[in-house]
């Protein structure tokens, strides 16, 4: 069973918050995955109004993610805890996913083949500000159907679009192509992580052999430009 670190904010209503984790980790264990916040656990001991108890919560909350295969933040606020655990979590290679709906498992970055899900992590840092025609980006994996949402179905070749530019003045579209399927897709140039990693590109096809067969021979096509959204 995967181990998760589950984060989101504890100072303010503090019982709410308490009791949110509580959810997020019951919601994510009924998925899956082991999943631990630091709330549930070292709130016991670790006194949160205290500033050298805070302190010890902080470092064994990390510890704590350092042992974890993933970390989950959970909602839209991003308190000064949970952004020590992103930048942990950034500097130590470990996946980061971003729940917009933490009470919506639906959206759960699971992978129904065992595979973990890509993640920015996964992508050539700052390549959100390239231009991603031609090139091989990752997906979101909010934009899948739980039943296809593999890293496989993350990885498309960009190959036109308005939105491809970085600063895009009409429309943030971008046209999307699958290396394998080669199924159509067209969504925002913000529901994508970024450019592909060459080590993503090299793990994915170890993972998927279908993929390996036709990634070096895929080359950018020209699309129509009809909307081929769905």
Excluded at 105 to 125: H, V
Excluded at 174 to 184: A, F, K
Aim: net charge negative.
């Amino acid at each position: 069973m995967k181990q998760v670190y589950i984060a989101s904010p504890l100072r303010g209503d503090y019982d709410t918050n308490i009791r949110n984790a509580v959810e997020y980790c019951h919601l994510a264990t009924e998925n899956g995955v082991l999943a631990l916040a630091p709330h549930i656990i070292f709130s016991q001991w670790c006194n949160d109004t205290v500033p050298e108890q805070r302190e010890q919560g902080l470092k064994l909350g990390l510890e704590l993610l350092a042992h974890s295969e993933e970390l989950w933040v959970m909602g839209k606020q991003i308190s000064e805890g949970m952004r020590g655990e992103i930048e942990f979590a950034a500097a130590h290679g470990i996946p980061t996913f971003y729940m917009r709906n933490p009470t919506a498992p639906q959206y759960y970055p699971i992978s129904p083949d065992g595979n973990c899900l890509l993640s920015e992590s996964d992508c050539i840092p700052n390549s959100r500000k390239e231009n991603y025609e031609g090139q091989w980006i990752i997906l979101r994996h909010e934009n899948l159907a739980e039943e296809h949402r593999i890293p496989l179905n993350q990885l498309w070749l960009c190959t036109h679009g308005p939105g491809c530019p970085a600063i895009h003045k009409f429309s943030d579209t971008i046209h999307l192509l699958h290396p394998v399927d080669r199924d159509h897709f067209a969504i925002a140039r913000g529901e994508v992580y970024g450019v592909a990693k060459p080590e993503t590109l090299e793990r994915l096809t170890g993972l998927y052999p279908a993929l390996g067969e036709n990634l070096t021979a895929l080359q950018p096509v020209a699309e129509p430009d009809e909307d081929m959204s769905r």
